[in-house]
């Protein structure tokens, strides 16, 4: 194998893409990583120092945040004509591309003029923003899937909603045949010391008041507004009962009204911000009795993982992210995120709290990033 071309619009945006890369470039793997994007100011995030000479990650701030957020196909021919400028394609042996849309798009048509393959990975904005909202974009993208060689997903729950799909019918057995489920790996750091972590849902017990943590941003889409409003409702319909809500993160639509029911609850919220720091990260974690982030179209969530590696039962919804990726025992998922059944579901946790179990050896397989890059490998060279 020459090399891999990874065609990401969002890979200074999360370190998964960053992990991936490192452990590939570990294995052996020459890859070009394309990133085009809008902030000078990103240029040079989750940036990796590669082991192959000839490998590089590519920073080109081309796009712009007015026509190429709203004009797709200008967008996808600018980084069609960019990218040619930047790379040799007669070294590159496969095209990875990080999204279905945006950067399948480009992909396609490189493949086309190049003759060289390209696999896809299809996620969570792909599905319900790109294909779900601007129709008018299907046909291109069920052109994307049928010239794919292999396409991925990180959630067994966003297989089910693609197979499930009334508009991607006709391509259902294409999909059948090229899917692959692979789940996000979480970083080292959080499986360094599982094998010494104990099943902690038999050790939660009722002392002066039982703690809950949120850890994401304050988007409408991740319910934190909802959660809040069902543990005030939950301390003041329970005398007996005191649930704490620890909130870390920031940033969002919401954030405003997060911080004025933190300032009016101070009992019932503690605000720790944004932590970077994986230690006291991990700290909150571990004095903490459940996880709580029933988010809507979430393409899988690694904050559940984390906190999983914590032995934390988790609150999840139903059909997103991590369901149906490990058994129904991991917690409680509600159906839709309401007032009412987000403090149904607290409850029925707290008073579930020694029957839960996480499979701390399976987290530690199946999101360990060196594991993840084999499979990733296994399917280039096919």
């Known amino acids: 194998m020459k090399s891999v071309l990874h065609i990401s619009n969002d890979y200074s945006g999360s370190t998964v893409y960053k992990n991936l890369v490192q452990e590939l470039d570990e294995l052996g793997i020459k890859q070009i990583v394309y990133h085009p994007l809008r902030d000078l100011n990103r240029v040079g995030v989750n940036s990796v120092e590669l082991t192959d000479s000839n ?5 080109s701030p081309i796009l712009n945040w007015h026509v190429d957020r709203v004009f797709y196909p200008y967008k996808i021919y600018k980084i069609y004509k960019d990218i040619q400028k930047r790379v040799d394609f007669s070294k590159i042996d496969l095209i990875h591309a990080h999204t279905w849309y945006s950067d399948g798009g480009v992909a396609y048509f490189l493949s086309k003029k190049y003759n060289i393959p390209f696999v896809c990975a299809i996620r969570s904005t792909d599905l319900n923003v790109f294909h779900e909202k601007l129709f008018y974009l299907r046909p291109f993208g069920i052109k994307i899937i049928k010239a794919a060689k292999s396409l991925f997903l990180i959630s067994e729950s966003y297989k089910n909603k693609l197979l499930k799909e009334p508009s991607l019918k006709r391509v259902k057995a294409t999909l059948n045949r090229k899917l692959n489920v692979i789940p996000n790996g979480v970083d080292r750091y959080w499986l360094e010391d599982i094998k010494k972590i104990n099943n902690r849902s038999g050790e939660i017990k009722y002392e002066n008041r039982i703690d809950l943590i949120y850890v994401g941003t304050f988007i409408p889409r991740k319910n934190l507004l909802l959660i809040q409003q069902a543990v005030i409702a939950i301390n003041k319909e ?3 009962l005191s649930v704490h809500l620890n909130i870390v993160g920031g940033g969002g639509k919401h954030e405003e009204q997060v911080f004025e029911l933190v300032k009016q609850f101070p009992c019932y919220f503690t605000y720790h911000g944004k932590v970077y720091d994986k230690d006291v990260l991990r700290g909150l974690y571990r004095k903490c009795s459940f996880f709580v982030m029933p988010s809507s179209r979430e393409t899988f969530g690694l904050v559940y993982v984390e906190a999983m590696t914590q032995g934390l039962p988790i609150l999840y919804t139903q059909g997103e992210g991590i369901d149906g990726f490990y058994s129904d025992n991991i917690g409680e998922k509600i ?3 309401t007032v009412d059944e ?9 008073e579930n709290k020694n029957n839960y179990s996480i499979p701390l050896n399976l987290i530690e397989k199946n999101h360990n990033w060196a594991e993840i890059a084999k499979k990733y490998i296994d399917i280039y060279r096919d």
């Open 335 to 337: 159906s839709i995120p």
């Open 342 to 350: 987000i403090k149904s579901k607290i409850i029925k946790m707290i």
């Open 238 to 240: 329970f005398s007996t």
């Open 55 to 59: 490998s590089e990650i590519i920073y």
